[in-house]
Nanobody, 126 residues
Framework: QLQPVESGGGSVQAGGSLRLSCAAS????????LAWFRQAPGKEREGVAG???????RYADSAKGRFTISVDNAENTLYLRMNSLKPDDTAVYYC??????WGAGPPLTRTQYRAWGHGTQVTVSS
């Protein structure tokens, strides 16, 4: 059974940094399309960053220049490094995985991913 498990969330002040981790269980990260999504209270879940098996990445406009998605194949873990955090980044962050690959790179559409973690809370205070 595919099971991503997130960790690394917490509370930080604006301008701070966090690194989220997503340990993979039941699948190998280097062969999957992977992504981070987030959901703030009262809002839809939105894509933040994705990476595919070829190393192609895609970022939401809100994440460009501040967030970096990466994979450690030896640890079978997906990461999201978040710098210059803003209060608007406050949300539950979810890791997602799917064995399909897309020619145009990893999508940031929720419906394209079949395996989901339970989320980790990130709170950014001003």
């Amino acid at each position: 059974q595919l099971q991503p498990v997130e960790s690394g969330g917490g509370s930080v002040q604006a301008g701070g940094s966090l690194r989220l981790s997503c340990a993979a269980s039941g699948y190998t990260v280097r062969t999957y399309s992977l992504a981070w999504f987030r959901q703030a209270p009262g809002k839809e879940r939105e894509g933040v960053a994705g990476i595919d098996s070829a190393g192609n990445t895609r970022y939401a406009d809100s994440a460009k220049g501040r967030f970096t998605i990466s994979v450690d194949n030896a640890e079978n873990t997906l990461y999201l490094r978040m710098n210059s955090l803003k209060p608007d980044d406050t949300a539950v962050y979810y890791c997602a995985a799917d064995r399909r690959q897309w020619g145009a790179g990893p999508p940031l559409t929720r419906t394209q991913y079949r395996a989901w973690g339970h989320g980790t809370q990130v709170t950014v205070s001003s």
